[in-house]
């Protein structure tokens, strides 16, 4: 059974950092497929990408966090992270973690509260 749980979201002023971590059972981050890893949803808004493995295993950043946030992965943890640093207010939001689309269905996290003050 596939589960992804993520944690250490919370409150933390601008500037600061934070780092969320996604613990994977029932399948391997040893073989990501494109699109797996971080993605946020904003207040209102619809849910974005933040950071993802591509189908050859790089990392694409969505331009709003290149050169603050870094993905990374453990995987004799089977734990993905996203290493977020100077934080600003418009990265507030939940930040959820996808797993691999299996027969059709994506499989995603609960989700981590992110928020930024000002």
């Known amino acids: 059974q596939v589960q992804l749980v993520e944690s250490g979201g919370g409150l933390v002023q601008a500037g600061g950092s934070l780092r969320l971590s996604c613990a994977a059972t029932g399948f391997s981050f040893r073989f990501v497929g494109r699109g797996m890893g971080w993605y946020r949803q904003a207040p209102g808004k619809q849910r974005d990408l933040v950071a993802a493995f591509t189908s050859s295993g790089a990392i694409d950043y969505a331009d709003a966090v290149k050169g603050r946030f870094t993905m990374s992965r453990d995987n004799a943890k089977n734990t993905v992270y996203l290493e977020m640093s100077r934080l600003k207010p418009e990265d507030t939001g939940v930040y959820y973690c996808?797993?691999?689309?299996?027969?059709?269905?994506?499989?995603w996290g609960q989700g981590t509260q992110v928020t930024v003050s000002s």
């Open positions: 996808k797993g691999p689309r299996i027969g059709g269905t994506d499989y």
